[in-house]
Nanobody
Framework: QVQLVESGGGLVQAGGSLRLSCAASGRTFSGYVMGWFRQALGKEREFVAAISWSAGSTYYADSVKGRFTISRDNAKNTVYLQMNSLKPEDTAVYYC?????????????????WGQGTQVTVSS
């Protein structure tokens, strides 16, 4: 059974930083793309970032480009999201997700496995 467990969320002041982690288990993830999504209260879930198996390709939502960095450690089946220059509008529950290989816009959708989420709150 696939399990994704996020950690690293919390409360931070605007301009601060947080690093989210997501540990995956339950199957072999070779070739899989790992991503992050977020859902703010009263809003739809939205794509944040994704990274290919080789880490050769990364994808970011326009709202986080230049502030967030996604990375992965395949030996640990773990994906990270370094979030800098946080803004109050980044406040949301952040979800880790996994899907099969993709490219371009395909990596923004179609995720098969999801974590339970971790809360990130940015105060002004």
């Amino acid at each position: 059974q696939v399990q994704l467990v996020e950690s690293g969320g919390g409360l931070v002041q605007a301009g601060g930083s947080l690093r989210l982690s997501c540990a995956a288990s339950g199957r072999t993830f070779s070739g899989y793309v790992m991503g992050w999504f977020r859902q703010a209260l009263g809003k739809e879930r939205e794509f944040v970032a994704a990274i290919s198996w080789s880490a050769g390709s990364t994808y970011y939502a326009d709202s986080v480009k230049g502030r967030f960095t996604i990375s992965r450690d395949n030996a640990k089946n773990t994906v990270y999201l370094q979030m800098n220059s946080l803004k109050p509008e980044d406040t949301a529950v952040y979800y880790c997700a996994v899907r099969g290989d993709c490219s371009g816009y395909g990596c923004y959708i179609g995720y098969e496995y999801w974590g339970q989420g971790t809360q990130v709150t940015v105060s002004s």
